[in-house]
């Protein structure tokens, strides 16, 4: 069936550090593929998103390109901030809507002045 | 345009006793979705409605959960019997519709805490 995997956390890094955080996927056909953030007692915000091979989504300096020969979408910044902190969720949707998700367990960042 | 709203933010509830979540989506969507985030875990899908329509239910459990969205006023995600186990965080989202380039919008959860 289809699935997310992403890196386990915590990860902690200090301000200006590069971050990666590695995520793959198992699905059929061709998902789309999307980065979501949870700031301490929030809900979830969508970050960034792709919906085809190649294709590379982008925002608040965060990248993420949707490879489909490796089935990966990693998500990278090259300048974190302590106002990064957070949990961040890869997530995929198979064919339905996009509010019908399928969550990696989420990799929880923490950055460090 | 105020967001997803969910309430309440917390809630407690002593095991047997019933949990009702409620959620309003966005204004102008038609389209809800509950998941469950249980500790250091990520979200799980629960079910998806439709105004008066419940589309699909594969992420619920069979017994003690029931979810509805009616004509009028927010959906509804119930728990009958609270055990131990249902202490997670529930989220709602919306869509206007079911496009698969339609983003869905999250509500900031409702906590619940069984003791």
């Known amino acids: 069936g289809n699935s997310v995997t992403q890196m386990e956390g915590p990860v902690t890094l200090s301000e200006e550090a590069f971050l990666t955080i590695n995520c793959t996927y198992t699905a059929t056909g061709y998902p789309s593929l999307f980065w979501y953030v949870q700031y301490p007692g929030e809900g979830l915000q969508l970050l960034l998103k792709a919906t085809k091979a190649d294709d590379k989504g982008s925002n608040k300096g965060f990248e993420a390109t949707y490879r489909k020969e490796t089935t990966s979408f990693h998500l990278e910044k090259g300048s974190v901030q302590v106002s990064d902190s957070a949990v961040y969720f890869c997530?995929?949707?198979?064919?339905?809507?996009?509010?019908?998700?399928?969550f990696g367990k989420g990799t929880k960042l923490s950055v460090k002045p | 345009n105020a967001g997803v709203m969910q309430n309440p933010r917390h809630l407690v509830r002593r095991r047997g006793q019933e949990a009702r979540l409620r959620c309003s989506p966005m204004k102008g969507h038609s389209h809800v979705y509950w998941y469950r985030q249980l500790p250091e875990e990520g979200l799980k899908f629960m079910v998806y409605?439709?105004?008066?329509?419940?589309?699909?239910e594969s992420g619920m459990p069979k017994e003690r959960f029931s979810a509805e969205f009616p004509k009028e006023g927010p959906s509804i995600l119930r728990i009958q019997q609270v055990v131990r186990g249902d202490s997670a965080a529930y989220f709602c989202?919306?869509?206007?519709?079911?496009?698969?380039?339609?983003?869905?919008?999250f509500g900031q959860g409702t906590r619940l805490t069984v003791v």
């Open positions: 989202a919306s869509s206007p519709n079911r496009g698969t380039n339609t983003e869905a919008f």
């Open positions: 997530a995929l949707s198979h064919g339905g809507s996009q509010g019908n998700l399928i």
């Open positions: 409605l439709q105004k008066e329509n419940i589309i699909d």
